[in-house]
């Protein structure tokens, strides 16, 4: 049984996090998209204790979104993790916010690059944790290739 992509826990959306239209307000897309990346992160062996003890991190280093249908106070969305492609400084990956009858909110696609904070610096990802990198990719590898990644941002003439 394969895990691909890798799908995070039920995240719901917060009461704070609604705009004055009635629903979620377009920077908590971003929240969304965050957690669900965090939890990947703990499978690799990324996060709080990853970094007090290498002083090393994640940062961010691009994110598109495009939404796709609204989202409400009430709602919750799992979200999806694509491993697109790596290297030994830097993931290329793809997410999808999944509402529980199954259709898209919005979609995702970051460059996350691991720095050395003393630096600040991009610096290669630990062996141990690139193997599990590695891992994901071959697993992902088997997946289509998302239609919505690697869009140019333009407008329809």
Known sequence: ????????????VEADWIDYNGHLNMAYYNVLFDRGVDQV??????????????????????????????????????????LLD????????????IHPDGWISATGEGI???VDQS???VVPIAADILSRISAM??????????DRAQRVMKLRR
């Open 1 to 12: 049984m394969t895990n691909a992509p890798f799908l995070s826990s039920s995240l719901p």
């Open 41 to 82: 992160w703990e499978r690799f062996g990324f996060g709080p204790d990853y970094r007090a003890a290498t002083g090393c991190t994640t940062f961010s280093a691009e994110f598109h979104v495009c939404y796709l249908r609204e989202i409400h106070l009430g709602d919750a969305v799992t979200a999806s993790f694509h």
């Open 119 to 121: 630096g600040p610096s």
């Open 86 to 97: 790596h290297t030994d400084k830097a993931l290329h990956f793809y997410q999808e916010l």
């Open 112 to 114: 996350a690059l691991h």
């Open 137 to 146: 990719r071959e697993e992902h590898s088997a997946l289509p290739f998302p």
